[in-house]
């Protein structure tokens, strides 16, 4: 049976460069991804008439530098591209940055403050003129970083959420909703930050646990003097705005005081007592103070009992209440403490509890929102059935499944989205207002398309005609309302025809609700297409502890110090094998320095072949080993495919570590090892470096998407290919391509059998061995009685394997009693140990290790026979030593045997 192979892979006629002794990352990485810039391998052709395959990089912010959940998703974005291109297809992976409206503003604030001035001072268009500055000198970073983790991104298309034609889309958007009535203005209750001091959606929320304080204090009746009514309350701090009181219709103890009034305390106010059924009797004492302007439920209660609205809150969350001296203008939480004292001073304190609670952070700030009144802009959200539809009948797919029905979920209950911030960096409201009626139009609620029609306001994507005549609106668009554009916004016509709708997204769960779901709507408004086909969720990168990583903790390693301790293929493909699919990450760097191990393995088998030399001469047929190991290569092949097809990243590194390490590494060139001995058949040679070639050049590919530097650099170096092919270019064989030569399903079904026998039986031997501390002796002898003609025909790669000087086969051999053996699916083997072990000594020492294990049973027996162990003992505690105790009855019974065979 002949080889059917093109000629003699890896060795060309142009020759081979010899590999290093030891792989040097560094150097490779660099280097090559040099080259394929370049090559233009990175390049998505418009033109082509390849299939399309396209990915939109979630935008990081454009002030950003890499961290580890950077990695993790853009090695994934890299495998799915470089996948694709080795199936033929037309890439591209369009990267860009996000402007990061708040985040980028704070920073360039904060450069501000440390120079003695702010904002303000500076003024708008200075202030601007800074911060672009600051983008384009801070703003390339991240960008870099990428690259340095050897993303193949299609540069030459970088976009920015600022550029000029994206910015023109955003405005064009704006007005397109708002004259269609889904953008409106309007005075609502709105989550506000005192620090970034701008409105937040709610999304842009985190909800955090806190160890607060329930203050009981009380207030008198003003209908009963002498009276009071209690009330617990998280905030004391917003009493000076309380404009009610309100219990719950059907509580028995407060129905006879529902219309009477209550005395707010400071500044004193008599204030009505209301019935509301939103009251949770069972929280605090079942009253509630109600703070219309200070909270969103007390806010609804205040519109349906038409009660007064306070606000006794700056901007900036210090406190607004010049009635009230003492507080006025201090900070809110500072006042909490002092409100707290003065109630107490007052006799109006009860008690103070601790108490668990959620409170609503700023993602960006860090601090707690304010629940505020603001003039805002909204949108109804747009195309919300279709929206829904699509996930829920699968033309989007969401992988990991689970996240559809939170995506669903979100979408039952949506509600418009805020997308005005108070900043001045970003997408400017393109509102204008007549001069001669700004100050009115800009306090009218409600203000809507029906303005636009009576001429008081422009809006636009230019400036109006007259623009000495109008006044533009302050606020900024909300980040997210640029980049729910992303996935077609990035693309000029030509790219969006061949490319888009997009095929994958990969992003994190955390934003499905900021970005996915607005993408979708976005997608299917202006484009009237879904925006990509499949939606891959990835894990969320934890410490080894399972915590957040953070630097306060100081748990978050930099990404660049370990691409220079390990390289970046180390790290992209230690942190794929660690990646289970809808599962966190558990970050632990000895899986780095694994990832690092792999490579050199790779790089020193490699190595081992290029010492071998050229194949000469006339090939012989294929042994079994060959076609084993082929059909194990062939079927990697098709587990592969599966894995990547299904997103299983992690499943697909571990096989292609399994096939690599342990079927070629461990066994496969250990059992070949004999056919470069100087005696060795030359046919038999050929054959062996033929098929070693050919696993080469084949698994190079297929570790390529997630070592692509490594992989490379052993490709050139091997001279895989045709002259010139680089390997990030080389398409694999099409569907159905056998790498196993032609062989027949039945040769390999044998190979495999035989194949198998021989590693089990060899495994049982070296355990053998290992049992009568032979396991470095190559001078044992082994007698078997094999179960066929074949096995005999296979001497020398199991004398090889086994570590043994001679194998003699008898189907008649009587052992002598005490002779070890290991009956297995290839021979019943016998190890004589004559002059290989002392047996008296090996008795003296088996009967020690007997005398130590019965004391262990002794101990674990009479632990677990102790009542008192038992009960008190931590559950895992006794199932534990339960475990050890059938541990030690187990090497019991193994050590008796071995003794009863010496005797």
Known sequence: MALEIRGPVGFSPRGMAELSKAYEPGEVEESWYRRWVEAGCFRGDERSDKPAYSIVIPPPNVTGILHMGHVLNNTLQDILCRRARQEGKEVLWLPGTDHAGIATQTKVEQKLREEGTTRREVGREKFLEKVWEWKDHHGGIIIEQLKRLGCSCDWERERFTMDADYSREVLRVFTELFKKGHVYRGKRMVN??????????????????????????????????????????????????????????????????????????????????????????????????????????????????????????????????????????????????????????????????????????????????????????????????????????????????RWKKTYLHWLENIQDWCISRQLWWGHRIPVWYRKEKAAELREAENLDVSHLEQGDIHVGSEAPENPEEWEQDGDVMDTWFSSWLWPYATMDDATQEKFYPTSDLSTGPDIIFFWVARMIMAGLEFKNEIPFENVYFHSIVRDIEGRKMSKSLGNSPDPLDLIANYGADALRYGLMRIAPTGLDVKFDEKQIEEGRNFANKIWNACRYRQMQGAVEGEPGEPNIFAIDILSKLESLEQRLARALTNYAFNDAAQQLYQFFWSEFCDWYLEAVKGDFRDDADPGRRAST????????????????????????????????????????????????????????????????????????????????????????????????????????????????????????????????????????????????????????????????????????????????????????????????????????????????????ALS
């Open 689 to 900: 470096l033929q098929v070693m070639d050919r696993v080469f050049e084949r698994y190079l590919q297929l570790m390529h998407p997630y070592m692509p530097h490594l992989t490379e650099e052993i490709w050139e170096k091997l001279a895989c290919g045709d002259e010139g092919e680089l390997l990030m270019q080389r398409a694999l064989p099409t569907e159905g391509a056998s790498v196993g030569f032609g062989i027949s399903d039945l040769a390999k079904a044998e190979a495999r059998e035989r194949v198998v026998a021989i590693y089990e039986s060899v495994s049982q031997v070296r355990n053998l061995k290992a049992e009568y501390n032979l396991a470095a002796n190559r001078n044992v002898r082994l007698i078997m009685k094999p179960v066929g003609p074949w096995v005999e025909a296979e001497r020398a790669t199991i004398l090889l394997l086994c570590g043994a000087k001679e194998i003699e086969f008898s189907a008649s051999y009587e052992a002598p009693k005490g002779t070890p053996v290991a009956v297995t699916a290839m021979a019943e083997v016998h190890l004589p140990l004559e002059g290989l072990v002392d047996l008296e000594a090996e008795k003296k020492r088996i009967d020690g290790e007997i005398s130590k294990v019965q004391k262990e049973l002794s101990r674990s027996e009479g632990m677990l026979g102790n009542p008192k162990f038992v009960e008190n003992a931590k559950p895992e505690v006794v199932q534990k030593e339960r475990e050890r105790l059938e541990e030690w009855r187990e090497k019991l019974t193994q050590l008796e045997e071995l003794r009863g």
């Open 192 to 401: 506000w930050c005192p620090a970034s001091l701008t409105a937040l959606s709610d999304e842009e929320v985190l909800m955090t646990p806190q160890a607060s304080k329930l203050y009981y204090m009380k207030y008198e009746l003003v209908e009963e003097p002498g009276t009071f009514l209690q009330i617990a309350t998280t905030r004391p701090e917003t009493l000076m705005g309380d404009t009610g009181v309100a219990v719950n219709p059907k509580d028995p103890r407060y129905g006879h005081l529902i219309g009477k009034h209550a005395r707010r305390p400071f500044p004193e106010a008599d204030i009505p007592i209301v019935a509301d059924e939103h009251i949770d009797p069972e929280f605090g004492t079942g009253v509630l103070k109600v703070t219309p302007a200070h909270d969103k439920a007390d806010f609804e209660i205040g519109v349906r009992h038409d009660l007064e609205i306070i606000d006794v809150l700056h901007p900036d969350g210090t406190i607004n209440c010049p009635a009230c001296p003492d507080l006025d203008g201090k900070d809110r939480f500072e006042v909490r403490k002092l409100a707290a004292a003065k109630l107490d001073a007052m006799g109006l304190l009860e008690k103070v509890e601790d108490y668990e609670n959620k409170v609503g952070f700023s993602e960006r700030a860090g601090v707690p929102i304010e629940p505020r009144i603001s003039m805002q802009w909204f949108l109804k959200y747009p195309q919300v059935e279709r929206a829904t539809e699509v996930v829920a009948k699968g033309e989007i797919v969401f992988r990991p499944e």
